[in-house]
């Protein structure tokens, strides 16, 4: 067996909260991939067990702080106490979606599980959460309050690298014959759980989503970097008169036809394959106006060195979006860029509004929906900022 003994500097990192041992604060000791390794400080006293990493900077993953070895009934309470969380979060109904796992934040390392009605999809992102993978799934079916019919393994994310672990995907359990229909809300909508973003979805904007359809009843409503177009559905579904949704992946801007249709939305659901940015800077210089703009990009700075160029196209998106909307309309803004944080989104909503002219208010700074959860100790968890505006 493994054992890590950590330098004075590692011990006091760890000491602070955070469940991460980076390799540079590793006095001795090792482990193979994906290993339960006890950790010890310079004094051989033990600080807890976590999953060791042979590749990554993030050599250990912390599981508990207790001495005692996680058996079968630690893993157990632990998957339990997620998903009664998810049960009293009302989110468990077979028909819907939501997110069972989120990882670090739930005290599973490497590890997410999303549900869409009773099509399960694990993502794997560290050697640790890849070894505890089939064990951890045989675990969370003892403690569901319904089966999986299918599971899908989409573990094919870039993070993956960083562990040296080749991208999978593959059907676990069950067979899939197209897309997978799930519930939002009154919303009924179908995910690519194979080849679509992520895990075929992102499920982290799903109340946000409901939220901002309440500020578009009876008005136009703009839904640009639209993926699957729920936030443009769940408007046109509380009410809006027209929508029109912006996305470039055609796959994507089929689904959003075939969800319009399946609702029953058809008639007032627009979709244009588009670049949105240049698309929203065309239709700014046009004079067009919208009761409700929402703009959701994809992360703009996966890293810190990509925050600068991170500012230009949040500052340039934003301003555009101000220019759409008319006296007393709504932007609903968002940012997924953990590496921007919320004191930077509101600068760089600021800085838009003055290169709009307008006046700005935010009256609401939203996070992501309570499936995916922020840890205290864990800042990385904390990466969601939706920020919901009126514009004078």
Same mark, same amino acid.
């Given at each position: 067996m493994g054992k890590v003994t950590l330098s004075g500097k590692g011990r006091r990192w760890l000491m602070k909260g955070h469940p991460w041992v980076y390799r540079d604060d590793i006095a001795d000791g090792d482990g193979t991939r994906g290993e339960l390794v006890p950790v010890e400080d310079p004094n051989g006293h033990p600080l807890g067990w976590g999953l060791y990493s042979t590749a990554s900077r993030i050599a250990v993953r912390m599981v508990t702080r207790q001495a005692e070895q996680p058996n079968r009934e630690f893993w157990v309470n632990r998957m339990r106490r997620s998903v009664e969380h998810r049960i009293q979060l009302g989110m468990m109904d077979p028909e819907g979606s939501c997110r069972i796992i989120s990882g670090d934040a739930d005290g599973f390392p490497g590890l997410v599980i999303d549900r869409y009605a009773k099509t399960f999809v694990v993502q794997s992102g560290s050697q640790g959460s890849d070894r505890m *993978?089939? +064990?951890?799934?045989?675990?969370? =079916?003892?403690?569901?309050? +319904?089966?999986? @019919? &299918?599971? &899908?393994?989409?573990? %094919?994310?870039?993070? *993956? =690298?960083?562990?040296?672990?080749?991208?999978?995907?593959?059907?676990?359990?069950?067979? $899939? %014959?197209?897309? &997978?229909?799930?519930? %939002?809300?009154? $919303?009924?909508?179908?995910?690519?759980?194979?080849? !679509? /973003? =992520?895990?075929? /979805?992102?499920?982290?904007?799903?109340?946000?989503?409901?939220?901002?359809? @309440?500020?578009? =009843? !009876?008005?136009?409503?703009?839904?640009? +970097?639209?993926?699957?177009?729920? +936030?443009?559905? /769940?408007?046109? $579904?509380? !009410?809006?008169?027209?929508?029109? #949704?912006?996305?470039?992946?055609?796959?994507? #801007?089929?689904?959003?036809?075939?969800?319009? @249709?399946?609702? !029953?939305?058809?008639?007032?659901?627009?979709?244009? *394959?588009?670049? #949105?940015?240049? %698309?929203?800077?065309?239709?700014? @210089?046009?004079?067009?106006?919208?009761? $409700?703009?929402?703009?959701?990009?994809?992360?703009?700075?996966r890293s810190k060195k990509e925050i600068e160029g991170a500012e230009r196209g949040y500052v340039e998106l934003n301003r555009r979006a101000f220019d759409l909307a008319p006296p007393g309309g709504s932007v609903v803004t968002a940012s997924c860029s953990y590496n921007v944080s919320a004191q930077d989104f509101v600068q760089f909503i600021g800085k838009s509004a003055h290169l709009a002219q307008r006046d700005v208010w935010i009256e609401e700074l939203a996070k992501a929906s309570p499936d995916h959860p922020h840890l205290a100790t864990l800042p990385e968890s904390d990466y969601l900022k939706c920020a919901f505006l009126r514009v004078g």
């Open positions: *993978r089939d +064990f951890l799934l045989d675990v969370m =079916k003892e403690v569901l309050p +319904f089966q999986p @019919e &299918v599971i &899908v393994d989409r573990s %094919d994310a870039s993070v *993956r =690298k960083l562990e040296k672990l080749e991208p999978r995907v593959e059907t676990i359990e069950g067979s $899939l %014959d197209g897309t &997978v229909l799930a519930k %939002d809300g009154g $919303l009924t909508y179908e995910v690519d759980v194979l080849t !679509g /973003h =992520k895990t075929g /979805h992102y499920l982290d904007q799903s109340r946000n989503r409901r939220a901002a359809a @309440e500020r578009g =009843k !009876g008005g136009r409503v703009l839904d640009a +970097f639209s993926y699957d177009g729920l +936030f443009g559905l /769940h408007a046109a $579904l509380a !009410g809006a008169e027209q929508v029109t #949704c912006l996305e470039q992946n055609k796959a994507a #801007c089929e689904r959003i036809l075939a969800n319009a @249709e399946r609702n !029953g939305l058809q008639d007032k659901i627009k979709v244009e *394959r588009v670049d #949105c940015m240049k %698309d929203m800077r065309a239709r700014a @210089e046009k004079e067009e106006r919208y009761e $409700l703009i929402v703009v959701d990009p994809p992360a703009f700075a």
